[in-house]
């Protein structure tokens, strides 16, 4: 089943984590972690291997906004999960809305219920929340946030690196 990730492309995206997943108990074969600053290269590779945009999503964790992004394709079993962080302090990613026009909405929605600016975006307006809300629903106090690694439990990590660990003084190692 790895013989869909060209290694050629893992290089040119630098994942700094790399997760392979059981499908039937995920519904994810492959999740790859990485900088925001390779999302935009990520989509568009998917986007030419012919992978259509799914779904965005985050979650709020001890480490930040995770933005989590599904692709998949119809002829092939294989439905790829991109991660990437947000800081709380600072929740800022490239929209990917110029190359899946379907992710206008998803930003949109992550917009309105984490807060994350999308640069590049061309509406980025609350979609299902009134302009006056006055906050994102969605933000967990912090005492209440938990590890982002825990949603991995039933992945295998392959050589994983955390970008902005909870805690200052762990390395991010993570095996």
């Not at 039933?154 to 190692?173: F, H, L, R, Y």
Request: charged letters at 25%; a negative charge.
């Amino acid at each position: 089943m790895k013989d869909w990730i060209p290694a050629h492309w893992l290089k040119e995206i630098e994942p700094f984590g790399l997760a392979s997943c059981a499908n039937e108990a995920t519904g994810t074969t492959w999740n790859l972690f990485l900088q925001h600053e390779r999302l935009r290269e990520a989509a568009a590779s998917l986007d030419k291997a012919g992978y259509f945009l799914e779904d965005i999503t985050g979650m709020d964790g001890k480490e930040g906004f995770e933005v989590i992004y599904h692709f998949t394709r119809y002829d092939k079993p294989f439905r790829v999960t991109l991660r990437t962080l947000a800081v709380h302090e600072d929740p800022v990613l490239p929209t990917i809305s110029d190359i899946f026009p379907g992710a206008d909405w998803h930003e949109r929605e992550c917009y309105d219920f984490f807060g994350i600016h999308f640069t590049g975006h061309p509406n980025l307006i609350p979609l299902l929340l009134p302009d006056n809300f006055g906050f994102h629903p969605l933000i967990k106090d912090e005492k209440k946030r938990a590890s982002l690694f825990d949603s991995l439990s039933k992945c295998q990590t392959i050589g994983m690196k955390v970008p902005c660990a909870a805690n200052p003084d762990d390395s991010g190692d993570k095996e």
